[in-house]
């Protein structure tokens, strides 16, 4: 098992001396940025290729072109932080690789997560409202789709989200705050930055704090397996397991 505390782990030089990673929280902040840059770019190619009809929340294309821009800035900045001020490999600077037995323990957290912790947030919070409905996210994630379209989308959101998110948010951003703020304080960035990164403009008040609130927890469980574990593995199979099940059930109700 690895040591919890442990930081990330250090690269060696040509004499063979460890040399610790130079990216930090700047290159964490500058990946978001090119990750909103690349939503951007893509959704107005996106519209210049398929007519100006295709510029609705609903439209499969753009919803999978708009994942493709924020990944792409995700992971390439990423990508040169490791290269440039780290190892240069994704599996040493961010624990990117997978055991097998991170698949069995991350299909039982994702199944927890999702029928239990979630839904214990939320029946909190209906306690204050009872008009509190956090399944329209889900909703407008995948532009209300069903059919065909939902599993088109399926990839995207099973495989392409847990990837991308993983890497950075319990990667990138989670070990450069758990190097420069300490173990909890990281941990807590992370997780919160998941919960709000996720919420939507359809949803407010008490819905959206409920929303953010069963996020950033599902984050937080995420964020502990990676420091835990120290790799990702784990966090990757639970978070695609989770986003699994949420298809599962839209699929159900279209």
Same mark, same amino acid.
């Given at each position: ?87 240069? +490999? ?35 919070? @209906?306690?204050?409202?009872? +008009? ?43 070990? +450069? ?29 008490? +819905? ?20 835990? @574990? ?25």
């Amino acid at each position: 098992m690895t040591d919890p505390t442990a930081a990330v782990p250090a690269a060696a030089d040509d004499s063979g001396d460890a040399v610790p990673p130079r990216w930090g929280m700047g290159d964490a902040a500058l990946a978001f940025v090119a990750g909103i840059v690349g939503t951007v770019l893509m959704s107005v190619l996106y519209v210049a290729v398929a007519g100006e009809d295709s510029a609705t929340t609903n439209d499969t294309g753009l919803i999978a072109a708009t994942l493709v821009g924020l990944w792409a800035g995700l992971f390439g900045m990423a990508w040169r932080a490791s290269k440039r001020k780290g190892s240069g +490999s994704l599996a040493t600077d961010y624990g990117l690789r997978i055991e097998p037995r991170d698949i069995a323990v991350g299909i039982v957290v994702g199944l927890i997560c999702q029928f239990f912790l979630v839904n214990v947030i939320v029946s909190l919070f @209906s306690l204050i409202d009872n +008009s509190v409905d956090v399944e329209q996210q889900a909703k407008e994630v995948t532009g209300d789709a069903g059919g065909l379209r939902l599993v088109v989308l399926a990839p995207f959101l099973c495989l392409g989200a847990p990837f991308f998110e993983e890497l950075y948010f319990r990667g990138l951003l989670q070990r +450069s705050a758990v190097r420069r703020l300490g173990s909890v304080a990281g941990i807590a960035l992370s997780a919160m930055a998941f919960g709000l990164v996720h919420a939507t403009g359809d949803i407010s008040g008490w +819905s959206s704090l409920a929303l953010i609130t069963a996020l950033a927890a599902f984050g937080a469980v995420l964020s502990w397996l990676a420091h835990r @574990s120290g790799r990702l593995g784990p966090g990757l199979v639970a978070h695609a397991t989770f986003n699994a099940i949420t298809l599962l059930a839209l699929a159900a109700t279209n």
